[in-house]
């Protein structure tokens, strides 16, 4: 179903099926299969596919050679009806990848709101992906990786598959996170290590001055104190912390499949 204000260049194709809703734009080349939703006021620039089943919120921008909906990039993808959901707002610039989920892993990729994706950026089945998330140029996100919100990954940037990504971090260009970050942390190096926090995003994204300590206080504490990691986890979880400190209490008491990133002076994990 195509809305009566919806615009389609009529060198693009729109399957039987597909749903454009009001104020769409469809530049030329464009490809757009059956099981697609397209929600208000997003624009297609040019030669963009939308494949597969997938849902893209309303307002979003997209830019020439993206590739939305493919399919997961697994020997054992056997063509399911998996999906891709893409959130409001978003903005997909020259190249940009983004798969559908797997079946057996919760059958859908999903990204959220406000989001910012710079050219060729990757992200690969399974993903979730949170709102304000920026990926520069060339950033590779690996299978089950998940994003939390207001993240930064610099320039060819890399994410193992299954890490997590804690919210306001930040990852310097050219870093791999074979490991989960710690909410608020900053990494860089290829493989990546732990290198603080990330102050200045924590600043810009209006954390007072005395959170900011706080959590530097707490990270300190956890990740350059002495003894084993382990004793410093269980005197953590003895104190009184308040919510930012919890939050990175919380994401490092999880079994993680892969573990967590540390300072290159702290191989005490325990």
Avoid: W
């Amino acid at each position: 179903m195509i809305s009566a204000s919806a615009q389609v260049h009529p060198s693009s194709i729109v399957e039987d099926g597909a749903i454009l809703a009001d104020g769409v734009k469809v530049g030329p080349f464009c490809m757009i299969g059956s099981k697609a939703q397209i929600g208000k006021n997003v624009e297609l620039k040019s030669h963009i596919s939308v494949m597969g089943n997938t849902k893209i919120g309303a307002d979003t921008l997209i830019f020439p050679q993206a590739a939305l909906g493919g399919d997961p990039q697994n020997i054992h993808y056997n063509g399911e009806d998996t999906k891709l959901i893409i959130g409001e707002r978003c903005t997909i610039r020259e190249g940009v990848t983004m798969n559908t989920g797997m079946p057996d892993a919760g059958n859908r990729t999903i990204i959220g709101n406000d989001c910012l994706f710079l050219a060729y950026s990757h992200i690969a089945h399974d993903c979730r992906v949170g709102n304000n998330v920026i990926l520069s140029n060339n950033v590779m996100l690996g299978g089950h990786v998940e994003v939390g919100n207001n993240v930064i990954m610099g320039g060819g940037a890399a994410a193992h598959q299954f890490v997590r990504i804690g919210h306001h971090a930040f990852m310097g260009g050219l870093s791999l996170a074979n490991h989960d970050v710690i909410p608020f942390g900053m990494v860089t190096g290829a493989p990546g290590s732990l290198m603080g926090l990330n102050v200045i995003g924590l600043s810009r994204s209006g954390f007072s001055r005395s959170d900011i300590l706080s959590i530097r206080r707490f990270y300190k504490h956890m990740f350059e104190g002495v003894g084993h990691f382990k004793d410093r986890l269980e005197q953590a979880k003895a104190s009184k912390m308040n919510s930012l400190e919890k939050d990175i209490f919380d994401f490092v008491s999880i079994d993680s499949k892969r573990g967590f990133l540390f300072p290159p002076q702290d191989r005490k994990r325990g």
